[in-house]
T-cell receptor
């Protein structure tokens, strides 16, 4: 069965500081990996995804993530955090075919940005 | 990009009544949609997979008779919470993959409060 672990429930960083949100997955085959962001009371917005190819993927809002197969990880990074980045971040895994298949989400990491 | 619209954004209903939530794919057809439930400060839990023209597939532990799903067209899936009780209060989010199956789009969510 597939699963996703986000070890950090809450993270607080100062504005301008770098950020790394951890994500570990368990999946029986090559996974399809996602990072989503959710603002309070809102749906989910896709930040980036990994399907194949270059293991370092670039996303929106200056985010990037690196797929490390040997560590079963897909950590999200941003070199300089902005106050508007405060939100809930979810890592998700799904089958490589995507389409009509369901995603499994991690428990999320709440990011707080100190001014 | 593809857009998934959910309506209403929030609803308050009395115990014992039923509430219908709509999920529409605005610019693409979705033979499959997904319904998630999210408790405060928790992750998304898949409730069911909505299949156009056929019965929905429910996850283990989800009451089929309480959460009625109808996917009557390629652009609309509805979730009806029947005989709602306060414990059904939650944030409900729908999702659909784009045409090529590379990205899952999410509705903005519906906050249900049962009083």
């Amino acid at each position: 069965a597939q699963s996703v672990t986000q070890p950090d429930i809450h993270i607080t960083v100062s504005e301008g500081a770098s950020l790394e949100l951890r994500c570990n997955y368990s999946y029986g085959a090559t996974p399809y990996l996602f990072w989503y962001v959710q603002s309070p009371g809102q749906g989910l917005q896709l930040l980036l995804k990994y399907f194949s190819g270059d293991t370092l993927v670039q996303g929106i809002k200056g985010f990037e993530a690196e797929f490390k197969r040997s560590q079963s990880s897909f950590n999200l990074r941003k070199p300089s955090v902005h106050w508007s980045d405060a939100a809930e971040y979810f890592c998700a895994v799904g089958p490589i075919t995507g389409g009509g298949n369901k995603l499994t989400f991690g428990t999320g990491t709440q990011l707080k940005v100190e001014l | 990009g593809a857009v998934v619209s959910q309506h209403p954004s929030w609803v308050i209903c009395k115990s014992g009544t039923s509430v219908k939530i709509e999920c529409r794919s605005l610019d693409f057809q979705a033979t499959t949609m997904f319904w998630y439930r999210q408790f405060p400060k928790q992750s998304l839990m898949l409730m069911a997979t909505s299949n156009e023209g056929s019965k929905a597939t429910y996850e283990q532990g989800v009451e089929k008779d309480k959460f009625l799903i109808n996917h009557a067209s390629l652009t609309l899936s509805t979730l009806t919470v029947t005989s709602a009780h306060p414990e059904d209060s939650s944030f409900y989010i729908c999702s659909a993959w784009d045409r090529v199956g590379t990205e899952a789009f999410f509705g903005q969510g519906t906050r249900l409060t049962v009083v």
